[in-house]
């Protein structure tokens, strides 16, 4: 998987592109070229190596013996290089003996067909092919698209969609044809990832541990893979959901990455707060100040839920603890209004009662959608008072209640220290299963001076949580399973009952050390840890949850987006957390609250970005972290 945002190159490891499944390269979502096929000497070579080089290039090599009496060594290397952008370099390297003529063939095809059609079995058949410039060309109802080459070719044949060429390679020669892939009326692909104003600053990681370093890299890379711009707004960007199903905006995904992302720099925060707050609904409909969002299954307890809903608290939370990470006043000031229209649409939706409901009436009230909902009010008042705004008391009053009454109607007792319900019905009956929705209730969100703001629960009920998602039932030694492995309708491919998320065990992770509880969050930390050495260390958005036993490895989910924007930023997050970074711009100060355990030995993290300046902090093998770059004047707090 090749990926720069609108392109994208799906193949096998073979590293022919046969035009089966998904393999082709797109542009947009479109299948602008669905088969590239090699031939040398009448043969296809024997592929022996495929390799991710970056997260929008590869590199596929194979070989072949074309010498009589050679016995079993090849004597031709053939190396491909294939880009998102819609290039591929096909090079032959000789190593026989004598010098080689070698006729060489390209078959290429398209249907030009959609995305969403090839996933659920709707491409169509390859268009006839014209001879258009140095190679071939294709029209039909999806467009026209054409592929050159350099050299031309020798011949060109419409009929069978063949590119043919006669090279003469001396002993130790080499000789190569570069493809590229032409949309009409398009120009060529600006990936928003790969410019010099890329919002993301390239951090780096180092350490005992030999996974974190590539674990940061691949992960800012698939980053910048995954942005796009606002195409009215060129100089916004925000991060598609994933690859290759969801490659376009996902409202709660981009806001959950671009937070998550927060080390990297606040322009990621910025882009995507402004596209966002386009969206924004207006009006006296009761809809209005929401962001909307498509509904999301919710596994098989509860009904799909809200997005939008998500997406709304998000905002105001992005904004706010963006601030502290370094938003400048004018941009905080600029994003203000819509955050305060979503903060509206909470206390108008709420209204005289306690909890916040789906929008869908009768529908339940779910335990994560509080916690978002609570640390939205608390982050957002914060956010008002210090631009000297009204609001902030009648948002801290009712945060107040909905803490109260969460503590005492919400969590469900029973031997072993109970639990918080996953929801409460219309009818008020509580829904006991345990799931990975409730590690956002350690997820309170950052206030100033590095202090956390309040969370939901008590302190004996933050144990027990604690406790429960460092548990066997929960961790799968792999990361945090969707669904306990005891509850009803566990499946452990199941993306929302039993499937390891990532992002979620990234928020449990985050939320477990900040809460003190280490055991649990390092044990969370290396599973995730140990799985992305098994994926290349580019994680898909989730993988089944069995248990890990010595000598195995996960299960790939063959629905999982890989790249995707929530896993990748995931990656910065865990590692984030070792440094408990804790910001606070406005005042010029920083707090680190480090995992004392140093779980991964000693970790270095450069490159990072707070106040709009590089920021490096290590943490030795002690757990005593020690900023080693930082602004101008940010002074280390208590």
């Not at 959901?241 to 990621?268: K, N, S």
């Not at 009761?286 to 509860?302: E, F, K, N, T, V």
């Not at 809200?306 to 990470?325: K, N, Q």
Request: proline content about 8%.
């Amino acid at each position: 998987m090749c990926v720069a945002l609108p392109g994208l190159a799906i193949s096998t490891e073979q590293g022919q592109l046969t035009g089966q499944g998904l393999e082709g390269f797109y542009r947009a979502g479109r299948r602008v070229l669905s088969r590239c096929q090699v031939r040398i000497a009448g043969r296809e070579p024997t592929a022996i190596q495929a390799r991710t080089v970056a997260a929008d290039r590869a590199r596929f090599v194979a070989t072949l013996r074309v010498s009589p009496g050679s016995g079993p060594d090849p004597d031709v290397v053939v190396e491909r290089i294939r880009n998102a952008d819609g290039t591929e370099r096909i090079t032959l390297h000789s190593a026989a003996s004598r010098p080689l003529r070698l006729p060489v063939e390209v078959a290429l095809g398209t249907d030009l067909v959609d995305l969403g059609a090839i996933a659920s079995g709707r491409a169509g058949p390859e268009l006839p092919a014209t001879v258009y410039a140095s190679g071939l060309r294709w029209s039909g109802l999806g467009g026209t698209a054409s592929v050159t080459a350099d050299p031309p070719p020798n011949d060109a044949l419409a009929s069978a969609g063949l590119l043919r060429w006669e090279f003469d390679l001396a002993p130790g020669g080499t000789v190569s044809v570069e493809l590229r892939v032409h949309v009409e009326g398009a120009g060529p692909v600006r990936a928003a990832g790969r410019t010099a104003t890329s919002p993301l600053a390239p951090a780096r990681a180092a350490g005992d541990h030999p996974g974190v370093r590539a674990l940061l890299h691949t992960s800012v890379e698939d980053l910048q893979a995954l942005l796009l711009r606002d195409p009215v707004h060129p100089t916004d960007t925000h991060v598609a959901a994933g690859v290759p199903w969801r490659c376009g905006m996902a409202p709660a995904e981009a806001l959950a990455a671009a937070r998550m992302a927060l080390p990297l720099g606040t322009r990621l925060a910025a882009g995507t707060l402004r596209t966002l707050a386009r969206a924004q609904l207006r009006g006296p409909a009761p809809q209005s100040g929401m962001i909307p969002g498509p509904r999301r299954d919710a596994g098989p307890h509860l009904p799909p839920s809200y997005t939008g809903t998500e997406a709304t608290l998000l905002f105001p939370v992005l904004l706010s603890e963006a601030r502290r990470w370094g938003l400048s006043q004018q941009e905080t000031e600029e994003l203000l209004p819509a955050a305060e229209r979503c903060l509206a649409w909470l206390r108008t939706t709420v209204g005289d009662g306690t909890y916040l409901g789906d929008p869908h009436p009768g529908g339940p009230v779910r335990c994560e959608t509080q916690a978002h909902a609570h640390r939205a009010a608390l982050l957002g008042a914060d956010l008002l008072d210090a631009c000297g705004r009204h609001g902030g008391e009648e948002l801290r009053q009712w945060a107040g209640r909905l803490r109260t009454a969460f503590r005492e109607e919400f969590w469900i007792e029973a031997r072993g220290g109970g639990r918080p319900a996953a929801a409460r019905a219309s009818d008020g009956r509580l829904l006991p299963h345990l799931g990975s929705a409730a590690s956002h209730l350690l997820d309170t969100g950052l206030l100033g001076g590095g202090n956390q703001a309040s969370g939901l629960l008590d302190r004996a009920q933050t144990e027990q949580v604690a406790r429960l998602l460092g548990g066997p039932a929960m961790d799968s030694g792999w990361g945090l399973r969707g669904l306990g492995v005891k509850e009803a309708g566990y499946n452990p491919f199941g993306h929302r009952s039993g499937a390891v998320r990532v992002h979620e065990t990234a928020v449990a992770v985050a939320g477990l050390a900040a809460a003190g509880y280490e055991k649990e969050a390092t044990s969370l930390l290396r599973g995730v840890l140990a799985a992305a050495e098994t994926f290349g260390h580019r994680l898909p958005e989730m993988y089944a949850g069995e248990q890990r036993t010595e000598g195995s490895t996960p299960l790939p989910h063959p629905a999982a987006c890989r790249p995707a924007a929530t896993t990748a930023a995931a990656g910065v997050l865990l590692l984030t957390t070792l440094a408990g970074i804790r910001p606070d711009a406005p005042t010029g100060t920083i707090t680190l609250r480090p995992v004392r355990s140093a779980p991964l030995g000693e970790i270095g993290l450069t490159g990072l970005r707070i106040a709009g300046a590089p920021f490096s902090v290590r943490v030795s093998r002690l757990g005593l972290a020690m900023v080693e770059e930082a602004a101008e004047g940010l002074q280390l707090g208590a």
